[in-house]
């Protein structure tokens, strides 16, 4: 019986080979967690149809919005582990091991990391009639009346969230979180004076930084970003260690084959490097930043750690 399994073994592991090897031979599904539209949404359609250039196949972008990304994380995780089914991830994928209490799946068994394509900082703004000209005068500010700087987010566990959280950590200060639904309206609620403080994305901020109704500070990023370079980083103006970047990658469901993974890693690090991708990928406010595989498993569970401890002492919740 052992000779008969070992000889079907050999005669099966070229075919396998072959059949990696000559991946993809159909059409591609790329799972997006949020609805049309959204940043997560350009990114994978604008990677999407690069990728089907290289690949010789089509790869379908497939909206699957919810549960603040639970929903389509479920369904990868679910799906048959032969790369052919593909999501968009972010950072939400590192907070929400943590946020939620059980998840219906394994944040890192039941996924195989591709690659990370970018990295998109946060700007640090606050409304410009307050004395605050830098990350020094805010948590100089912060803790004279701790407490009374208030800070609007897209909701709580979203990374315009934890970055504040984690600035207040670091910082030894107190912030009030004020969550939205949205950053827009928090946004405006800030310039109008009701709020002082913003840890908001790059596409929401910089237009008002621009007309003067917001002062910048700094970035979130560990290293300065291409898409504000006369910014500091936060690091570099008082907190140092301090990186609350979001990033987005490319995951497929555990178990792949390595082989394909490799293809896919390829691929992307390939379009990634194209001046015309870039470009788009800056538009939709991120930074190109592709990995390998291993390091981008890396640091995803870097990522669930960091943010696991900033959840637990900040008490976040995940809303209703």
Known sequence: MRRLVS????????????????FPTRPIRLISPFAP????????????????KGLGQQIVVDNRPGANTIVAMEILARSTPDGYTLLTTSSSQASNATLYAKLPYDSIRDFAPVSRIGISPLIVAVNPTLPIKSVSDLIAAAKAKP???MYPSAGTGNSTHLAGELFAVMAGVTLTHVPYKGLGPGILDLISGRLHAVFSTAPSALPHVKSGRLRA???????????????????????PGYDASTWYGIITTGGTPHAVIARLNREIV???????????????????????????????????????????LSGAKPEA
């Open 217 to 239: 500070l700094a970035v979130t990023s560990a290293a300065r970003s291409a898409l504000a370079p006369g910014l500091p980083t936060v690091a570099e103006s008082g907190i």
């Open 37 to 52: 539209g959204g940043g997560n949404d350009i990114i994978s359609r604008t990677l999407g149809a690069a990728m089907s």
């Open 270 to 312: 390939g379009v990634l490097a194209t001046p015309e991708f870039r470009e788009q990928l800056m538009a939709a406010g991120a930074d190109p930043a592709p990995n390998t595989p291993e390091a981008f498993a890396a640091l995803i569970k870097t990522e669930i750690a960091k943010w696991a401890k900033v959840i637990k």
């Open 147 to 149: 407490g009374g700087l």
């Open 7 to 22: 000889a079907a073994l050999v005669c099966f592991s070229p075919m396998l080979a072959a059949a990696q090897a000559e």
